[in-house]
């Protein structure tokens, strides 16, 4: 088999692998046979889809993702009483979450080396657009260090433990953590541009973020201190 082949089904199936390994066979081993038998036919799915994707590209998605998808959510649904909240491990549970989004990475399409949009015959013909400008010193560091902490307050969420607020705690943290990368990003190409002085209009609009960030800040803090 060629390398490319070899690159091509290794992208997907170790994704899907790692995040079957920890979502999906722990909880049908723990179970009967029918959870085992489902979770053992996700298993052979992926595999036959990332192998067969290189050569049908549509009858390889089918398999590795919608036939994978579908065979996971019935090993969950026959293993219900393993995935209950308290027998939950949240190293496990965090891995699990990085894994599936990994396996949603691996099954994108990648674009072929050498191949430019403009080659398309459907390509409208002209001019090829010029970059506007270049990002400005230390914009990577930036991202990075709003990434990094995005990262932070997702994994905070977890230290949660109890059942009535851990759902609220991952919702907040989530939201936060949206917010930081696109106030990261956004810092990073505006930085060194020149800023207006703020009118009275953009504090107005600005008023009413920062009420419900102090508000939201009140409300965490008495939490802590009357738990």
């Avoid at 067969?52 to 090993?75: N, P, Q, S, Y």
């Avoid at 002209?126 to 990094?148: D, F, I, S, Y």
């Amino acid at each position: 088999m060629r390398a490319s082949a070899g690159f091509r089904i290794l992208v997907p199936l170790l994704p899907g692998l790692y995040a079957w390994l920890s979502t999906v066979m722990f909880p049908a081993l723990r179970s009967g046979w029918p959870a085992r038998v489902t979770a053992l036919a996700a298993l052979l799915l992926l595999v036959a889809g990332t192998v067969m994707g290189t050569r049908v590209e549509r009858v390889g998605r089918i398999l590795g993702v919608w036939g994978f998808l579908t065979a996971c959510i019935a090993t969950w649904l026959l293993a219900a009483d393993q995935l209950a909240v308290e027998r939950l491990d949240i190293v496990r549970a965090a891995s699990g979450a990085i894994g599936w989004a990994l396996f949603a990475f691996g099954w994108g399409n990648v674009r072929a080396p050498g191949a430019v949009p403009e080659e398309d015959p459907r390509a409208i013909a002209g001019a090829p657009l010029e970059r506007r400008g270049e990002m400005p010193p230390g914009a990577a560091g930036v991202a990075a260090v709003g990434v990094l902490g995005a990262l932070a307050v997702v994994l905070s969420a977890w230290r949660v433990r109890r059942e009535d607020h851990a759902l609220f705690a991952h919702a907040v943290a989530f939201v936060a953590a949206v917010a930081l990368v696109s106030a990261a990003a956004h810092i990073a190409v505006e930085r060194g541009k020149g800023v207006a002085a703020p009118s009275g209009r953009s504090l107005a609009a600005a008023s009413l973020p920062l009420t419900l960030a102090i508000m939201l800040l009140v409300i965490g803090m008495m939490w802590l201190v009357l738990r």
